[in-house]
Nanobody, 115 residues
Framework: QVQLVESGGGLVQPGGSLKLSCVAS????????MGWYRQAPGKQRERVAR???????TYSSSVKGRFTISRDIAKNTVYLQMNSLKPEEAAVYYC?????????WGQGTQVTVSS
């Protein structure tokens, strides 16, 4: 059973930055990929960024150029650096690990973008 623990959320002003972290309970190389998703109230969960074990990193078009996903294999950790945040990007951000047939999710971390 995989456990994912997110951290780094909080309150930030529009235009500000936050860096989210997701620590996995085992090697992140054991997953097909890891990703960051977000879900705002009343909206569907959407993928923000994905980093496969092998292959290209992808971003949603709305965050490309502002968000950066990265990983530290030694720390079993995936990060999401978010810059130039917008009020409409306030949401619960979830870490995801893609396994063969079953995905794992973290509990989420709240990001609030407000002045």
């Amino acid at each position: 059973q995989v456990q994912l623990v997110e951290s780094g959320g909080g309150l930030v002003q529009p235009g500000g930055s936050l860096k989210l972290s997701c620590v996995a309970s085992r090697s992140i190389l054991s997953f097909n990929a890891m990703g960051w998703y977000r879900q705002a109230p009343g909206k569907q969960r959407e993928r923000v960024a994905r980093i496969p074990t092998a292959g290209m990193i992808t971003y949603s078009s709305s965050v490309k150029g502002r968000f950066t996903i990265s990983r530290d294999i030694a720390k079993n950790t995936v990060y999401l650096q978010m810059n130039s945040l917008k009020p409409e990007e306030a949401a619960v951000y979830y870490c995801n690990a893609e396994l063969s047939g079953v995905d794992a999710w973290g509990q989420g971390t709240q990001v609030t973008v407000s002045s």
